[in-house]
């Protein structure tokens, strides 16, 4: 049976019903349309990207950087994150997330969100959700031709997670749909203060959302400047050398 052939709920999953004075209450149906609907948003929520799943803080490197100008920038944003989650329970309170940016790409912006949402996840418990901006969007578009899934539910679904990650933020079309939706989401957070983890390519400043947007976030993150090198070469490298170094040893 499909929730919506339920009788009593026709799928809602809720009933209603007036007392005397003509107060309105409702309650769980029995049928338990509310119970699947919990567990399949939990089941489709969290995922963070297996490659970031087993990182962690205390492998996130400084080393890596080799400019002088990228290390105080790295030492800089890492003390921040430090103090941030040393006062989680205070950052909580105020919904205050951190929006980790820099233009070069490969710099550990999202390397350092995948550790931080797995540390709130492992020892504090949070429910987190980890997407790409992209992804984000092309969740909102498959919710328009699928007749089981509403839009307006993944919405206010993101709207609520305790912790949203959103990755490389910007990097999609700033189109009217995308920034009405993504208004949606931020507003909602903003208002019940939820804590959101950005990554961009782009400052603050140079996001192309209008204003209620980059306000919004503005005023609920700390922005962290993330150093302009690529550690990405460096990595590759580094395990090039290794490998070598492992096939001499044998
Ligand atoms: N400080 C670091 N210590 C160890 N590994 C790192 C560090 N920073 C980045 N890496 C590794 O380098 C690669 C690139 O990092 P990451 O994907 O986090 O960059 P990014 O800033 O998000 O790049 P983009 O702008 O392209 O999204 C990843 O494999 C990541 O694990
Ligand atoms: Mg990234
Ligand atoms: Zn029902």
Request: aromatic share 10%; charged share 30%; glycine share 6%.
């Amino acid at each position: 049976m499909k929730d919506s052939d339920c009788p009593v709920c026709h799928g809602s999953g809720w009933v209603f019903w007036r007392d005397d004075e003509g107060r309105e209450y409702g309650k769980r149906c029995e049928c338990g349309a509310v119970e699947r609907q919990i567990m399949e948003n939990k089941l489709e929520f969290a995922n963070i990207p297996a490659a970031f799943k087993t990182l962690e803080l205390k492998t996130f490197r400084l080393d890596v950087y080799r400019q002088d100008e990228s290390r105080k920038l790295i030492k800089d944003a890492c003390a921040a994150i430090k103090y941030y989650l040393d006062n989680l329970e205070d950052m909580r309170k105020n919904g205050m997330g951190l929006y980790l940016y820099s233009g070069t790409k490969g710099s550990g912006k999202t390397r350092m969100a995948a550790s931080i949402a797995n540390e709130l996840i492992k020892t504090k418990r949070f429910q987190v959700k980890f997407a790409g901006s992209m992804q984000i969007v092309n969740e909102i578009k498959a919710t328009w031709d699928d007749r089981d899934r509403s839009e307006s539910k993944l919405l206010t679904a993101l709207a609520s997670v305790q912790v949203l990650v959103i990755d490389d933020f910007g990097t999609e079309l700033p189109k009217d749909w995308i920034g009405e939706r993504f208004y949606s989401i931020i507003n909602g957070r903003y208002q019940d203060k939820m804590i959101t983890i950005f990554t961009s390519n782009m400052s603050l400043a140079d996001q192309r959302y209008d204003d209620r947007i980059t306000n919004r976030i503005k005023e609920r993150t700390f922005q962290l400047h993330f150093p302009e090198e690529s550690v990405r070469d460096l990595i590759a490298e580094q395990n090039r050398r290794a490998l070598i170094e492992g096939m001499k040893g044998r």
